[in-house]
């Protein structure tokens, strides 16, 4: 299968503490994987090392942008250069921007793939004012997939906590990635919400051909989604398959899910 | 109405107050002639002044409280119904032009029916307009909170005043040559601190801006020290020398032009691709990176063009004043300036606009209060900060319609 | 050799009032994460506050000591007062607020306190009588250092004793640095957090009144204006140390205070407060989180 994001032996150190060990993971094109572990597992920190967040201190994350066949290596960038390479992410705790309006939000995606510099923006040239145009229908496309366009003008910080995360995920699509992280994307939805959001993700993947590497404690949302699940328990991978290997595996089991039956 | 407890509330703020201000306000030391001094006078204004203040605080929090409960259940509820924006935005602009065109009127006869002294102040007003609307890019749009930013000021006037002592040049000149000079400091002050966070930048920035003002005021060979450079040029009209009448007029209108200019510029910028990332840059620096803006660039872009204004500023007030030494360029210049955006509405360009003519114009006029100006400004940043943090003017996010874009999606 | 001696000495005075000034920079910021700038104010009120009572109870011809004592408690009363009021007026409303609009506020107290010392009071330099007697045994070392000087240094050790113990072995010290770490936790487990950060104020208001008397004292003069300059240095201490961590704002006010004490007495004293900015840059671009803080990872 092809590859979008291929990640090998990686390993973060904070300190003296191991966060993340020797991990492996890949992501198929146009595949949703899930990526699933007890709280405090290292799944975020995960994340921010793929994303240029964190250097990792060991280890490698390859990515492959449509149409390119060669695989590149990534780590230890910025977190814009990340961006910009086609790697796009929500955050596990809501982080718009909340005092601008949603369509605003979702122009800021649009930033790494506009050109306007100071000059062109105070002068307005034909080319300024055309991507301005394009940035501005761009986003509202985007927003009227994601279900969100009756909320164009309104402060970001008005919005609804579902509505939120939503927003969240327009806008990183507007930055027109070929891998969409979703951190928790189901976090704090009710379960209409949430069927909702299914159904949103399969779509992104279908019809955009994003593929998407997703956190989530949600595991009906996470079975009935991801083609591959990875589980990992303190910072090392303890399993990885189908929804259905995962859900039969014992290791699972006794390290999560078992926890989670309980709670 | 008034609760008995809330005057029983009163009542001890007030004691408390008077407690509080007794030694400073009640007892003043005569150190020549070894005498105390008791003014009790003044125990009584703290006691009854407090106890009425008291009130008016508990209303205005009061009245902070249910707004803030209306934002919360607005959060909850799905159906915001959009802003009808369209209309709201016409019925300003039936007032806006024709008052734009009598503040136009105003601004082009104001030298010719004011008294030179009169023009005088208003250019004072204009240079504090152009550092205010410099310094809003900065905290306003950018959330960087620069302390130092009167250094930038300085560069500018000391610029014009060392180029025109030394070769000789002339102000046309030092205007583009002090802007550059201002966008390189800003970046060079703007690389170290790249990295720290609201209040670390705002003490490092406070420190350039001490350690400017230390070295102008020590390195005589330099800036010749305290007693500052006199006897700058002020412009000339086409190599003409103007007599000082009409050069404080010629400088009102160069500080009409940079200052329309300066609007002009800040507003295509606050509605572009890079006003907007610095926007996003001070609500959400991590979630910012996170889209594909470059931190680093977003924030120099930032310091350099704050910067370029006010030297630009500067040049001018050298021009003006024909005089700088390093008084004119202190820590509560600085504060100054953040007064008129915070008071204006961060962000908000008539905002930092009426802000300055304020803040600048009142203690002009009103004598009186012109001692009291500082401890005002210093009210004034506590009280806006709780009551009012967007200002008296607030920024307002631009609205976009969307009828034509449907229309096209269905096309 | 003495020359390098008065200046280690004298560098060491200085440090002490820095690192007094200091404690409370500290501590607040470790409960509440704000450059609490009025702290500079506070200690200023608690000098005023002191030659005031010092020169009401002279005109009384009471006795030197008893003054000074009388005077060291009235001003540490105040200070704490005013510390008290300060954070009920300028920064519990904003506890929720965008740090930046607490920032602005805290610069505003500053602000609105000097000027009203300089209204109420005076704008000009007042001299600062120095009560504190000549000791016998220092006088064969009075070239070097002098009684003001021992009673600066050991008040600031027995201050930092007292501090540390209220810290790390009371319980008000064990909710306070449950406070600093997490707010809301400290609330659910029944702390009442608004009575921890109130008694942070008046501790490091307390501490910064005591580090007023000292240094009017020491120097003999004092107007409006002193906190200002202290107050930010005082700041670049904490910083130095490692902001939160007490000994660091020790050890960091007793550095800058070296570090402006020998090159002012081996090179010139034109420059004396530019070493602290540049020691605030470099310490926040090579080590932000000082030389005892401990670097946090930030939450995502």
């Known amino acids: 299968m092809e590859c979008a994001l291929k990640v090998q032996n990686l390993s973060m150190d904070f300190g003296g503490l191991r966060a993340l060990d020797d991990l492996d993971l890949d992501v198929g094109r146009n595949e949703i994987v899930a990526l699933i572990g007890p709280n405090g597992a290292g799944k975020t920190t995960f994340f921010n090392c793929i994303t240029g967040i964190y250097p990792p201190t060991e280890g490698d994350v390859l990515i492959s942008a449509r149409g390119k066949d060669r695989l590149e290596r990534i780590n230890g960038i910025k977190p814009n250069k990340v961006t910009e390479k086609g790697l796009a992410r929500t955050f596990q705790n809501i982080r718009l921007f909340p005092n601008m309006t949603v369509l605003e939000n979702v122009m800021i995606g649009r930033h790494c793939r506009m050109h306007a510099g100071i000059l062109g923006a105070v002068l307005r040239g034909p080319s300024t004012t055309r991507e301005e145009k394009e940035a501005v229908k761009d986003s509202y496309a985007i927003l009227e997939k994601i279900g969100l366009a009756q909320f164009v003008n309104e402060f970001a910080k008005n919005l609804s906590y579902g509505a939120q995360r939503r927003l969240e995920i327009a806008r990183a699509m507007a930055t027109e990635p070929f891998l969409l992280l979703l951190d928790e994307p189901a976090a704090g939805m009710n379960p209409n919400e949430t069927r909702e959001l299914d159904e949103l993700i399969k779509q992104i993947r279908d019809k955009e051909g994003i593929s998407i590497l997703l956190i989530e404690h949600d595991m009906k949302l996470v079975m009935s989604m991801s083609d591959r699940i990875f589980v990992v328990d303190y910072g090392r991978k303890i399993a990885q398959g189908t929804p259905n290997e995962i859900r039969n595996n014992p290791v699972v089991i006794k390290a999560y899910l078992g926890e989670e039956a309980d709670a | 109405m008034i609760k008995l407890n809330e005057i029983k509330r009163a009542f001890l703020v007030s004691a408390w107050f008077i407690f509080l201000t007794f030694p400073i306000m009640v007892i003043r030391i005569n150190p020549v002639e070894h005498i105390v001094e008791w003014r009790w006078k003044n125990m009584a204004l703290v006691g009854i002044g407090s106890f009425f203040l008291s009130f008016v605080w508990n209303y205005l929090m009061k009245q902070k409280e249910p707004g803030f409960k209306k934002t919360e259940t607005a959060e909850k509820t799905d159906t915001i119904p959009p802003l009808p924006p369209a209309r709201r935005i016409q019925r300003e602009k039936r007032i806006y032009i024709p008052a734009l065109v009598a503040i136009g009127t105003l601004t082009i006869v104001f030298p010719f029916i004011f008294s030179m002294y009169q023009t005088n102040i208003m250019v004072s007003a204009l240079i504090y307009i152009m550092l205010g609307l410099g310094l809003n890019i900065v905290v306003g749009l950018a959330g960087l909170l620069d302390l130092g930013y009167v250094a930038f000021y300085a560069v500018g006037a000391y610029a014009y005043a060392l180029l025109n002592y030394h070769f000789g040049i002339s102000f046309w000149m030092a205007l583009p040559i002090g802007g550059v000079l201002g966008a390189v400091f800003g970046i060079l002050l703007g690389f170290p601190v790249l990295r720290l966070r609201g209040d670390y930048l705002a003490i490092v920035t406070l420190g350039f801006g001490e350690i400017i003002h230390i070295i102008l005021q020590n390195w005589n060979e330099f800036s010749f020290g305290p007693s500052g450079i006199a006897n700058i040029p002020r412009p000339s009209l086409f190599g003409i020398d103007l007599s000082v009448h009409s050069s404080t007029i010629y400088i009102y209108y160069i500080m009409i032009g940079l200052c329309i200019v300066t609007i002009f510029v800040v507003n295509r910028l606050q509605n572009s691709r890079i006003g907007r990332a610095w926007v996003a840059l001070r609500e959400d620096e991590l979630a910012c990176q996170a889209m594909g803006i470059d931190k680093a660039k977003t924030k120099l872009t930032a310091f350099a063009l704050g910067a370029t204004l006010a030297s630009m500023a500067g040049v001018v007030f050298a021009a003006k004043t024909t005089f700088v030494n390093p008084a004119s360029f202190t820590i509560w210049e600085s504060i100054i300036i953040l007064c008129i955006v915070v008071m204006g509405g961060m962000g908000s360009i008539i905002g930092v606009i009426a802000g300055a003519l304020v803040l600048i114009l009142t203690p002009e006029y009103l004598r009186a209060f012109s001692e009291y100006r500082m401890l005002a400004f210093g009210t004034m940043l506590v009280v806006m900060m709780i009551f009012r943090p967007g200002g008296f003017i607030p920024d307002v996010r631009r609205i976009y319609k969307f009828e034509g874009v449907k229309s096209m999606d269905k096309s | ?300």
């Open chain 3, 1 to 300: 050799m003495d020359y390098f001696l008065e200046l280690f000495l004298g560098g060491l005075t200085r440090g002490s009032i820095y690192a007094l000034i200091a404690l409370g920079y500290t501590m607040v910021y470790g409960i509440i994460e704000l450059i609490n700038f009025a702290h500079g104010e506070i200690y200023m009120i608690g000098a005023f506050t002191a030659l005031i009572v010092i020169s009401v109870l002279t005109l009384m011809g009471m006795n030197t000591i008893a003054i000074l004592v009388i005077a060291g408690v009235v001003a540490v009363i105040y200070s704490s007062a005013y510390g008290y009021t300060v954070e009920k007026i300028a920064y519990k409303p904003l506890r929720n607020a965008p740090r930046l609009s607490a920032l602005i506020s805290a610069i505003g107290m500053s602000l609105f306190l000097q000027n009203y010392v300089r209204l109420a009071q005076t704008p000009n330099f007042l001299s600062f009588p120095n009560l504190i007697p000549d000791f016998e045994f220092i006088k064969p070392y009075a070239h070097i250092i002098g009684s003001t000087e021992i009673v600066i240094l050991i008040t600031t050790a027995v201050v930092m004793v007292l501090l540390t113990i209220l810290i790390k072995f009371t319980n008000t010290g064990k909710a306070m640095r449950a406070t600093s770490q997490d707010k809301t936790m400290a609330m659910l487990v029944g702390i009442n957090v608004n009575r921890i950060i109130s008694i942070t104020f008046v501790a490091g208001s307390a501490t910064a009144a005591i580090g007023g008397v000292l240094i009017a004292s020491h120097i003999g003069m004092i107007n409006f204006y002193i906190g200002f300059m202290v107050g930010i240095k005082a700041f670049v201490a904490a910083v130095l140390g490692g902001i939160g961590s007490i000994p660091g704002a020790v050890l960091g006010g007793f550095i800058l205070g070296w570090t402006e004490s020998f090159a002012t007495g081996y090179v010139s004293s034109d420059y004396e407060d530019v070493f602290a900015f540049l020691f605030l840059v470099l310490i926040l671009i090579f080590r932000p989180a000082g030389i005892l803080g401990r670097s946090g990872k930030h939450e995502i």
